[in-house]
């Protein structure tokens, strides 16, 4: 879980993008409206993976730290080992804390929006995004989201994904395509995977944040905060 430079660049580059949309929003909503939240909830997470890696300049990437913490001089196989199985931990609980995140202020975003859609709250989260962006005339964006869910998803199978119908899935978003193999763990969690659908997200975010229907409304409670 070396740092890679480039990676920390790119998510500074991420919390300056939403610090400015943040900015925006407040200026145009009370501080205590949903809608800066999906700036201030989501990308205190990303700063958090940020100071995650930051932190290992110091300690996982550090010789030093190795020798004081084990009394050795050198790094055995299970060290390495270790590390790369906290690298994909880390990836995949980003991931998921930030969409899960993302999930729950669209549910209480849809009661606003379509208070009659899903009012025992039960629906899942396909039904909720496909019916939040189409209302917003939006739905260009749900195969992002449903990357991005599948993804998410195999959080309930330690990375493997396991599809309903046994079979295996193929997803386009852009240029880029992502494969989803019955039975087999995900490898969509690449550096530039995670920049990339950041990203998008963020984008998505703005537009629908943006969009006149939700612009009307003149307060959105951040309800069960």
Request: glycine share 2%; proline share 3%.
């Amino acid at each position: 879980m070396h740092p890679d430079h480039k990676f920390l660049h790119e998510l500074q580059e991420i919390l300056t993008r939403v610090q400015k949309e943040y900015d925006l929003s407040i200026s145009k909503f009370d501080q205590l409206d949903i809608r800066p939240y999906f700036y201030t909830a989501t990308g205190n997470i990303v700063y958090s993976y940020l100071l995650l890696f930051l932190s290992a300049d110091t300690t996982l990437a550090n010789k030093e730290w190795w020798a004081k913490i084990t009394a050795r001089n050198e790094m055995m196989e299970k060290d390495h080992q270790a590390i790369k199985n906290l690298s994909g931990m880390t990836k995949h609980s980003f991931f998921v804390y930030f969409f899960s995140t993302i999930e729950m202020l669209h549910r209480k975003t849809i009661n606003i929006l379509s208070p009659e859609f899903d009012k025992k709250g039960i629906k899942p989260y396909k039904q909720i995004y496909d019916h939040y962006l189409t209302t917003l005339s939006l739905q260009e964006y749900i195969p992002l989201y449903d990357i991005v869910r599948l993804i998410r998803n195999t959080i309930h199978s330690n990375g493997v994904y396991i599809s309903k119908d046994g079979t295996d899935k193929i997803c386009s978003w852009k240029t880029s395509t992502f494969a989803f193999k019955h039975l087999q763990s995900i490898d969509l969690l690449s550096v530039e995977n995670i920049i990339f659908l950041t990203h998008e997200i963020y984008d998505s975010i703005e537009e629908t944040l943006n969009n006149p229907c939700l612009q009307k409304i003149k307060y959105i409670e951040n309800k069960y905060n």
